[in-house]
Structures are given as structure tokens and as C-alpha cells.
């Protein structure tokens, strides 16, 4: 469990790391703190105390034998232990109550008795007399210091050179300070402990934070999510890697979103290529099926007055017959190529400035005399001046018709009223016949090619089934608005042409 997190998680092995680091630091720093104090402190206070030893070896030389006691006992009882040694080579039994100063001397037993400290502590030490006080000292100075130091002086009051012995208590000091410092090791260490998890937990933290938060970023980036921003202000490499990750992620999500466009847009056209393609095989299918019949028709009555069959031997009446078939199949065919046309890729509008109200009006002339024998009632209110743009020869294809629908749907005696309003920003064109209506459900189809309400097909009843088509077309072609829908009395077909004047 331990080393899987510390192979998957980089604040943990930071932590880890930091706090091992921290903790051999203090062992270190501790371990050099135990070694390297008693020298440098005995050191320190060695040098210390030649320099005041010399002060008082140069102050014995201007101070009366019988007066220096106070001097010595000042600095027994703040430096060392001093112990003054006569011209002999004996101990001097100086005014002093703190110096080292011998108490009596036993020639037959060789003994020399030394108080130490003005009588608190004796050593007897077995020797010849003269060696005695080599003797002495040596014991002094190994038993109680880290090394003598000898001055030289004399007192102004008495002959012959003085040798003033100082013994340190250094070592006793250092021996007790490192003693000290084992003593508090274990809460050292405890401290150190702490110290260093504390000081591993918020390093880790503050170094990983960043990071781990660059890393989610990356896992959502990984996953195309781009709505996040980093926003580091640092200055450093990380504020760097995270402003980055943002110019980064916005240039994504950008290229992303033209790449989702453009593939809509593509998906959009190959739909609408398909319903191209589909509206292309049903054309043609149903324009087979329209030829089909007039040709089936024609080749019947050919064949019959070929043969002489029956009622086919008066050729002349067959022949008008067959004329008017072929008048049917010209202009379906007709039909079909104007259709072929305008879906070419090479179609091109003619526009030009067109009067819709004289369009129109020059309309209803041609179909007058249908509207007469059909004895309809029109209405028509057609303004002159309300130019648009428009290609002359497919809007009047447009108003034949429209026209004549209306025309041919409306019983004998109906209303037909055709009405043109000028509006800001479109012509509004009217046209409405009364008596007749288109079955709801046939609505949204009359606009398909070759489509008839009548699911007969019926000849009687319509027309090839693709002049709306044509019309849908041309509209479409100029930006015009149209619907057919049915009113109270009839059917009502609207065109909005954009107005666009020359």
C-alpha cells in the first residue's frame, strides 16, 4: 500500500522525501552540535582565561606579596584553580584562602600535604621532596583540568621569579554540557519529528497543489472539457505551464468548435444531398410513370389504325386524338426540362426591374376568355408602380400558373379576386377563388412534383401534377415567400416578393 502510493502519488513522495531530508539534517546538525562543542567551547574558554591569567600575572607584578591574596581569591572563585610556585620550585603558602597552597611538609616520610581551596579538599602525594611538587601539580592538572598554563611574574616586595600554575575547569564544564545534550536528545528528536512532518506537509502541499491541479485540468482537457480557466498570476515556471494550458485549452476548444461546425455543415449538406438525390429519383419515377401513360395511349391508337381494327378505320378522328396526346406529352415534357434547368448548377436568374401589377394584369388578359365562359366573378385591385426584381419570363410561368389553377378549380360562377398590397419591405400578392377546397392532408404536399390531390390521377381533375413544383422553384430561386391554404369560401394562395428597386 505504501510503495503504491508512493509510485502514484507525487505529494506523498515529496512529503516522504522532505521529511527523511529534514530529520538526517537535525541528526547531522545534532551529532556535529555534540562532537564539536567541548573542543570549540574548551577552546574558547582556554583562550579566555590565558588572557585574564595574564592580567593577573601582570597585576601580582605590581601587588605586594601580603596583598594578593583578594586578587588570587577573585579569580579562583571565577576562572581556575591557581597554585604559585616560589623561586625554589616549592608551593608558596600564599594570603589567599581559595589558591592551592601546600599545609605542611614531612621530610622523613617524604609526604607533601596540599590544600586545595583553602582547606575544603586535601591530596597527599608519596614522593621524594624535591619531585614533590612536579608531582603535585601533574595530579592537580590532569585530575581536575584539560591542561596547566604557567606564568611567570615576581612580586615587587620579594626576590626571584614566581610561577604562577593556573588549572582550568573547562572539561568538567563541557563533560557536564554534552551530558546536557544527551539528556534532551529524545525530545530533541521528538521535536525534530514534528518539526520536520510539519515542515514535509506544508512544502509537499505548496510545491504539489499547483500541479495536481494542472494535472485535473489536463485529464479534463484529455476528455474535451474546456470550459476552465487556470489562472495562475505566479511568475514561475508553473505560472507559466498554467497560462499555457489556457491559451492552449482556448485554441482547442476553438479549432474544436469550427471542427463541430464544419462537420455539421457537412452533415447538413449530405442530408440535403440525399434529399437532392431521393427528390431526383422520385422525379424521375414519377416522370416515367407520366410519359408512361400518353405513350402506352398513342401507340394504342397507331397501332389500332395501322391495323384497321374497328373503331380505329376512321383514321381522321384518331389522328386529332393522337395529336392532342402528343400536345400533353410536349408539354410535359416541356415541364420537365424547364425543371432540368433551373436545377442545373449553370441556372442563372435574369433579373430585372418588373412592374408586378402589370405582370399580373397582362396575366388575367390571357385567361380572360376561361374566365368568362366559366362565368367567374373577378376581383381584381392591382396598383401599378410596385417594382421588384425579377426574371420576366419565369414570373410570368409563375402567374400562368397560379392563375390558372385558380381558374380551372373554381366551379362555374364563383368569386376570384387577386389583390396586390405594397408593404415596406415586400409586394404581397393575392390570389383567392371561391367553391373549392384542398383536402388538409393534401396541403403539405402540393408543392412535391407530380403530386395531385386526386389519387386517381385523374386528367379531368389536374393537370401533370408539376406546375406548383415550377412554381416552388422560381420562388425559391427569388427569395419570395408563398403558402396556399384553404379560407372560408375557397382556397387562397399568397406570394411576399421582396422588394428591390432598380
Known sequence: MLRRKLRESLTFRIFSVTCLLLLLAGAVTFGFIVWATPTSYLTIMTSDLDEKAEVLAERLSATAFDDSGPLLDAFVRDEADVMIVGPD????????????SPVYEDDDENVVVVSIGGGEDTLAVSSDVSGAVAETVSVLTSSDASGEMTYAFEYPDRQGEYTMVVSPRVRVATNQAVSALGKVAPWLLAVMLVFSVLCALFYSRYITRPIVRL?????????????????????????????????????????????????????????????????????????????????????????GMLEGVDVYQDRDAYLAKSLR?????????????????????????????TDLGEAVSAQLALDEDLIELKGLALTAELPTG????????????????????????????????????????????TVENSGSHIPEDALAHVFEAFYRADSSRNRRTGGSGLGLYIVKMILDRHGAGYAIQNTADGVRFTIRWPKKLP
Open 89 to 100: 620550585g616549592k608551593i608558596v603558602q600564599t594570603p589567599s584562602n581559595l589558591a592551592v
Open 215 to 303: 494535472s485535473g485540468i489536463s485529464q479534463r482537457m484529455a476528455e474535451l472539457d474546456f470550459d476552465w480557466k487556470c489562472g495562475e498570476k505566479r511568475l514561475d515556471e508553473i505560472g507559466v505551464l498554467g497560462r499555457s494550458l489556457d491559451e492552449l485549452s482556448g485554441r482547442l476548444s476553438a479549432a474544436l468548435g469550427d471542427l463541430q461546425t464544419a462537420n455539421e455543415t457537412l452533415k447538413s449538406d449530405i442530408d440535403r444531398e440525399r434529399e437532392l438525390e431521393r427528390q431526383r429519383l422520385q422525379f424521375f419515377s414519377a416522370a416515367s410513370h407520366e410519359l408512361k401513360t400518353p405513350v402506352t395511349i398513342l401507340k394504342g391508337q397507331l397501332t
Open 325 to 353: 396526346v402528343t400536345a400533353r406529352m410536349e408539354a410535359l415534357v416541356q415541364e420537365i426540362l424547364t425543371v432540368s434547368r433551373i436545377e442545373s448548377n449553370g441556372f442563372a436568374l435574369r433579373e430585372q426591374p
Open 386 to 429: 410596385t417594382i421588384v426584381s425579377a426574371d420576366p419570363v419565369l414570373l410570368r410561368k409563375v402567374l400562368d400558373n397560379i392563375l390558372s389553377n385558380a381558374v380551372f378549380y373554381a366551379p362555374e360562377g364563383a368569386k376570384l379576386r387577386v389583390a396586390l398590397q405594397t408593404e415596406p419591405e415586400e409586394a404581397v400578392l
